[in-house]
């Protein structure tokens, strides 16, 4: 097990290139298994989330060569099984976009329940509705997911709530599934959109991904395609508030601002300088800032996977502010950390009310998720004096390399084998 040393203080500058998109990444390899040629991804991540879904992938006989770091050639043409072994799969929460894969290209599959990070209730229900209207037959038991159909066929879907799991999921179920179906309610992320354009490249016929209404015409057969999958909007988000947050100069290369609008936004507001080009973006920030009231919302509101990286950020800021997360109930673990550092931050429900301190100070961490570790990186960067955070392996979850581009960025930070702990650190 290792953690993260790092000395705060530093105002970080410099450049850096953001990688693809980790939740677009995992639904396009799902996908890839659905045709018997060979599919090249390119731009994949390179962070453990990845390669368990790839060592899965493997483990169900489908063809998975590395062709580098950020190349996988894959093929389903020689898949023996269709149960997804548990010892990898339950680590990951995109363990479900099998089902659907799986489904649409044999008629059946086992999924183990999806395990992942531990911040809230993230429930089947609509996956499994989904489904069941195309034709499937549906059980969960043991603690997996089985699902069999002899024959599924186009039909019309209204999802009850905004899912981005179950938008994807149905859209593979549905690619090979005989006739029109119609997904009212969907899921708009930029990752949504990338998955329906991943299947329309191998042959699939897909309309509306990135509107309120998705039409998919059943095809017979998938074929090859070579794909590059978008930049990661959470990735570019955190380094946009790692800029603000330590009165830095940062400019991310390999960006969709379109996809960063709701966090541009956000950032604007309380006084940051964003600067926009074709597919950059440079963030500055020389003083102390004001404070804001945020809501997390489907896209593109702004996004519950930045809610604590912003929220450090407004533990800097002048004033009051508040942060209300509407998408998942357990995403303010982190703030018992951030309250070892001396942040002033109180939490009600789904509220947290955040009052703004001048600096922040070294301690010893914890990070409790993927987000949450990235955002309690930021405030150790930004605090002054020395920090240690542990269980940064849910932070290599999703962030190809972090400190090695923190690193880039002027910041110190080393990762190291865990070691004993003493006194919290806080060291000037």
Do not use: W
């Not at 989330?49 to 790839?54: G, H, K, P, Q, R």
């Not at 541009?264 to 804001?292: H, P, Q, W, Y």
């Amino acid at each position: 097990m290792n953690e993260y040393l790092i000395e705060g203080g530093k105002a970080l500058a410099g450049e850096v290139t953001i990688g693809g998109a980790k939740n677009a990444a995992l639904g396009i390899l799902a996908a890839a298994i659905m045709t018997d040629e060979e599919v090249t991804i390119e731009n994949l991540p390179n962070v453990s989330d990845i390669n368990v879904l790839l060592e899965a992938i493997a483990g169900i006989g489908a063809t998975v060569k590395r062709l580098d770091e950020h190349t996988v050639r894959m093929s389903g043409r020689t898949i023996t099984s269709e149960t997804v072994d548990s010892e990898y799969i339950q680590k990951i929460r995109a363990s479900y976009y099998l089902l659907g894969a799986l489904l649409g290209k044999r008629g059946k599959a086992t999924v183990a329940m999806p395990g992942g990070c531990n911040i809230g209730a993230r429930p089947m229900d609509q996956h499994l509705k989904g489904l069941r209207a195309l034709g499937a037959e549906v059980v969960t038991e043991n603690g997996f997911i089985k699902a069999k159909a002899e024959e599924m066929r186009g039909t019309h879907i209204f999802l009850d709530v905004v899912s981005v799991g179950a938008t994807i999921n149905i859209m593979l179920a549905a690619v090979m599934t005989q006739g029109m179906t119609i997904i009212e309610n969907v899921a708009k992320e930029p990752h949504i959109v990338d998955v329906a354009n991943f299947l329309n490249s191998m042959g699939a016929n897909i309309k509306g991904a990135g509107t309120d209404v998705i039409r998919i015409r059943g095809v017979s057969q998938l074929h090859a395609s070579t794909y590059s999958i978008i930049p990661d909007q959470i990735e570019a988000g955190t380094f946009m508030c790692l800029a603000v947050a330590t009165k830095g100069d940062i400019l991310l290369k390999n960006v969709i601002p379109k996809h960063l609008e709701a966090i541009t936004a956000k950032l604007v507001e309380i006084g940051a300088e964003v600067r926009e080009n074709d597919d950059s973006i440079r963030v500055v920030a020389t003083r102390r800032l004001r404070a804001t009231q945020v809501k997390t919302r489907v896209y593109p509101g702004f996004p519950t996977d930045m809610q604590p990286q912003m929220a450090t950020v407004l533990t800097l800021s002048r004033g009051i502010s508040t942060v209300t997360e509407s998408i998942f109930e357990n995403r303010f673990l982190y703030v018992a950390e951030l309250l070892k550092m001396g942040a002033k931050v109180s939490v009600e429900g789904n509220v947290a009310v955040i009052e703004g301190v001048e600096e922040l100070a070294g301690a010893a961490l914890d990070a409790p998720d993927l987000r949450a570790g990235a955002a309690l990186t930021i405030a150790a960067l930004a605090a002054k004096g020395k920090s240690t955070i542990r269980q940064i392996e849910y932070i290599e979850r999703g962030y190809e390399n972090f400190e090695g581009k923190l690193r880039e960025l002027g910041a110190s930070i080393t990762k190291q084998p865990v070691k004993g702990r003493g006194k919290a650190s806080g060291i000037a």
